[in-house]
């Protein structure tokens, strides 16, 4: 049955369009079980129904014309109840609802399963018997097994017809919600541009060729470089291997003929398709039939061809430098989001994002919305690549793309950007009041940056000193590592623009989701593994060369202090002490005169919040990263959108966590930041005040909002707040007391630019 059940759903992801992938269904489903009839119902939420898209067994003209309103008959039980009805007789049971147009009345024995993707219903999948009797247990549990497995591709199968304005039953349709979560708040309409990693075949958008006759001389100049290379490489191995093997490469050569291969692809490219979309496309299909092949040695042909096509692309990549062109209301999209992506395109022109992978708390939502540019992450089934070029909606504060807006909802999101202009400019005149609150008690709000221009923009906001300066930004965007140098540089220019005003500078923090693409780090699970210090302090030379960079920079400013990430026991803090307290030393020996900076840690995990009291002493401050303390205390990755929604930094547990840190840090006399994400959302602000956080890092977008907000409350209001949130038991609960509370302070419209769940 395994067997059976596998290449089932391997032919039906090789189908190009959805009703071929039902068909796939119905057909093999009725052959494997042996049952007399199969199909398949849709819910097309256009018309409310569910409605019969394909069967084998019943009257083929039925097919597309026959439809049950949501939760009329049998089907509407199953898809209501989301569970398996598994009936003797069909025709008995009260919620039967009989269809002339199918000839079903034969039928007696009935199965229905429900074909469920991300809790939602999508329809259902039905085998019918003439003979009365139940289908027995290993029958359901196969239907069952391959309904969740089917899912997937259904889903994907419509929504790639959504994007192109057709329901799952063929009606013209608009507004297409593809759910993600949200990675920046605002809202933005504009065009596609995908984005993707070279040289992966999987990763191709489809793009229409500019110039059909020059895209078909190009790709024909990179398939002659790739022959040209098996040559060499089919010479240079003669003698070293056996014959067999180097015949390989005339077989790759044969595949790469005119009349194999290379002619398919040109005849797509013929169709209208660029090359590397064109090349992709032939590459999946003869993948795809190589891997379903049972003969193993045939099977393995599949990874032939990939390493052939991979090699044509990195021609077609290579030599296609021309830059792409980005229009000016351009919305990336990618399957995920990278840093560097972001940087390609002229700021003025990027105006939204969304990404298929990760979630509100990926470093690159982070980036986001430290540059106000409107996300959605984890948008699991946007069919990303056939996006180019379309005009989609970013609603970042839902967390959705729509596809195909409508003129009503276009309007929507113009009404909008309207608001939030107004709003913004209501919280100018906040710039130069100091942050406090009613009653007078003082708090500093810094920013976290990365980029130059978040420099600009943050003292154009008021802020008063840098929390967090994310150096990992600058490397990411690089292509090796920045010399000791080009760091110096970098840094200067932060340290400069805010003097006298303190700039925190973390060490190096990549690994997790922040690998640099000239440093590859590949582990199963990166975010318990080689990151942050772990990784700097067992390459002591870029960590001495970045300090040195750190010192070398603050010459003359002494506003520098310098931040250790990710730290989870003493030892991490006392050799890296040493080698900053040794990096000083020489450079006071070359006979520069530099200020040693005030050190501290950082608090991001578990272990370092048990450990406040000790680490405090070693150093001359904290900061809480609450980012990854709220993933690490709730074993939520930040960046799966699966389980986004268990992300809350106010979760009981989260609140006990910080108020732990706040209150021993002050008892060994140090001073506590705050620099994650929860520090910019203007409720959780509320609560980080009455905790006694001395500062509140975030990113500038938001300063005045959470300046707004603090200087509506008194610490006395803020504290009653606290004592309650700390007697509940439930996130939820907690985050709706505290936005009750702003309410009632009348500051409730900032909160929709809150995002921190
Ligand atoms: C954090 O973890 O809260 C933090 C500020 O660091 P980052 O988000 O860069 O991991
Ligand atoms: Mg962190």
Redesign the pocket.
């Known amino acids: 049955m395994l067997e059976e059940l596998r290449a089932i759903v391997q032919e039906v992801n090789a189908a190009r369009e959805l009703q071929a992938a039902l068909n796939i269904i119905v057909h093999r489903v009725r052959e494997v079980l042996g049952t007399q009839v199969c199909s398949v119902f849709l819910l097309d939420k256009d018309i409310n129904s569910h409605v019969l898209m394909a069967s084998e067994g019943l009257r083929k003209e039925a097919v597309g014309q026959v439809s049950l309103s949501v939760g009329e008959g049998l089907v509407g039980l199953v898809a209501k109840h989301a569970e398996p009805i598994n009936l003797q007789d069909a025709s008995l049971h009260p919620s039967f609802h009989y269809l002339q147009e199918t000839g079903e009345e034969e039928f007696h024995a009935f199965l229905g399963v429900p074909i469920i993707h991300h809790r939602s219903v999508l329809g259902v999948l039905i085998v019918q018997h003439k003979e009365k009797r139940r289908f027995d247990e290993g029958e359901e549990a196969f239907l069952v097994t391959l309904s969740a497995q089917l899912a997937g591709v259904i889903a994907h199968a419509e929504a790639t017809g959504a994007i192109h304005g057709i329901s799952p039953s063929g009606h013209k349709t608009s507004d297409t919600v593809f759910p993600g979560v949200s990675g920046s708040s605002g809202v933005a309409i504009g065009t596609v541009v995908v984005v993707f990693p070279h040289a992966d075949l999987n990763q191709i958008p489809d793009r229409p060729a500019r110039d059909i006759d020059a895209e078909i001389e190009f790709f024909n100049s990179c398939l002659e470089s790739v022959r040209e290379d098996m040559r060499v490489l089919h010479d240079r191995i003669a003698g070293r291997v056996a014959e067999e093997e180097r015949q390989l490469f005339d077989a790759y050569l044969h595949m790469l003929d005119d009349n194999a291969l290379g002619k398919e692809v040109v005849d797509r490219i013929s169709q209208g398709q660029w090359a590397q979309g064109a090349l992709a496309d032939v590459a999946r299909e003869h993948v795809r039939n190589f891997e379903q092949m049972n003969d193993s040695y045939l099977s393995e042909r599949a990874v032939d061809i990939k390493e052939l096509c991979s090699r044509v692309l990195f021609y077609l990549q290579d030599k296609d430098r021309v830059l792409t062109e980005y229009p000016d209301d351009t919305i990336l999209v990618s399957e995920e989001l990278t840093a560097a992506m972001l940087a390609e395109v002229p700021k003025e022109k990027l105006k939204g994002l969304a990404s298929v992978k990760g979630s509100g ?1 990926s ?1 690159v939502a ?1 980036l986001a919305r430290t540059m106000g540019i409107p996300t959605v992450m984890g948008a699991v089934d946007l069919p990303y690549s056939q996006l180019d070029g379309k005009e989609v909606v970013i609603d970042g504060y839902k967390g959705e793309v729509i596809s195909n807006p409508s003129e009503s909802v276009k309007k929507r999101i113009l009404n909008t950007l309207k608001e939030q202009d107004q709003l913004i400019a209501g919280l100018e005149g906040l710039k130069d009041l100091p942050c406090e609150t009613a009653d007078k008690h003082r708090v500093h709000l810094w920013v ?1 940056t990365g980029l130059m221009s978040d420099v600009m923009h943050s003292l154009d906001q008021g802020a008063e000193g840098i929390g ?1 300066f ?1 150096t ?1 930004v600058p490397f990411l965007i690089n292509e090796r590592f920045p010399s000791e140098q080009e760091q110096t540089e970098i840094y200067r220019e932060q340290l400069q623009a805010f003097a006298p005003k303190v700039v925190t500078m ?1 060490t190096l ?1 990549v690994g ?1 989701d ?1 690998s640099l693409p000239y440093f590859p780090i590949e582990e199963a699970n990166p975010f318990l593994g080689w990151r942050g210090i772990r990784v700097t302090l067992d390459h002591p030379e870029i960590f001495t060369a970045q300090v040195r960079a750190m010192l070398r920079a603050s010459i003359g400013l002494e506003n520098l202090q310098i931040m250790l ?1 990710m730290i989870s026991n003493v030892q991490e803090v006392s050799s890296a002490l040493q080698l900053i307290k040794k990096a000083h030393r020489e450079l006071i020996q070359e006979g520069l005169e530099i200020k040693y900076p005030p050190v501290g840690v ?1 608090i ?1 995990l578990p272990a370092a919040v048990y450990q406040t009291r000790a680490l405090a002493r070693m150093v001359d401050f904290v ?9 690490y205390l709730l074993a939520v990755d930040r960046n799966n959108p699966r389980v986004a929604h268990l992300y809350s930094a106010f979760h009981p547990a989260v609140l006990t966590a910080l108020l732990q840190v706040v209150t021993q840090a002050h008892e060994e006399g140090k001073p506590v930041s705050i ?3 929860m520090a910019g959302d203007p409720g959780a602000a509320v609560l980080l005040v009455a905790m006694g956080f001395d500062v509140l890092s975030m990113n500038a977008m938001t300063l005045l909002k959470v300046k707004s907000v603090i200087r509506s409350i008194s610490l006395d209001a803020a504290q009653d707040l606290l004592d309650q949130v700390m007697q509940m038991d439930d996130a939820q609960t907690i985050r709706s007391a505290v936005d009750l509370t702003l309410y009632n302070a009348g500051v409730d419209r900032l909160l929709r630019s809150s995002r921190t769940n």
């Not at 900061?623 to 993933?631: A, F």
């Open positions: 708390n470093h982070i976290n967090l994310r990992e973390r923090d997790g922040k990430p950082m991001e900061s809480v990263g609450s980012n990854d303390l709220t993933q620099c994650g994400e």
